[in-house]
């Protein structure tokens, strides 16, 4: 298969398996996203440490450990990932907080609109791919900076 933009791997969790199916079936079908989901945040962070995920929804409220605790520790694992909270509480005051302190890529109240789902999830992907494609080049370009302080090394200890 060809590669697609809209290739990656989302990983969703919410402790109600309607959402889960609900939002899983709409990317599998509407999308080429390989799609991983979990109703417990234990099981999704072990999943996620051992596997490469481009994306995590998050349910807000979960009985294990909540959406804000569960981001904080994908974060924390790597920080590249972008995060979405996903909600059916229309709370201004902890989206803000969570934006700020978990560094949200997004906050979605349910109900979504798949739409806006589908970009948000295309976007932040992408988002991704950029970031490692800039950090890829930085590294390159700091490789070929040392290389060439060693040429001038080199030179200036030729000439001494």
């Known amino acids: 298969m060809a590669e697609s933009e809209e290739q990656g791997a989302i990983m969703i969790v919410d402790d109600e398996e309607m959402v889960l199916t609900s939002l899983s079936s709409f990317l599998m079908l509407e999308t080429e996203y390989d799609v991983v989901t979990f109703t417990r945040a234990s099981e999704a962070l072990e999943h996620f440490a051992n596997h490469e995920i481009d994306l995590v929804i998050s349910d807000f409220l979960m009985p294990e450990m909540d959406g804000l605790q569960f981001l904080t520790k994908v974060r924390d694992l ?83």
């Open 78 to 160: 790597r920080p590249e990932v972008p995060r979405i909270i996903l909600t059916g509480y229309a709370d201004k005051e902890n989206a803000i907080k969570a934006i700020n302190e978990v560094g949200l890529y997004q906050y979605i109240e349910k109900p979504w609109n798949n739409d806006d789902i589908r970009l948000i999830i295309r976007n932040g992907v992408e988002k991704k791919r950029l970031v490692a494609k800039l950090n890829q080049k930085i590294d390159q370009i700091n490789s070929a900076y040392s290389e060439l302080q060693n040429i001038q090394q080199d030179i200036l200890k030729a000439f001494v």
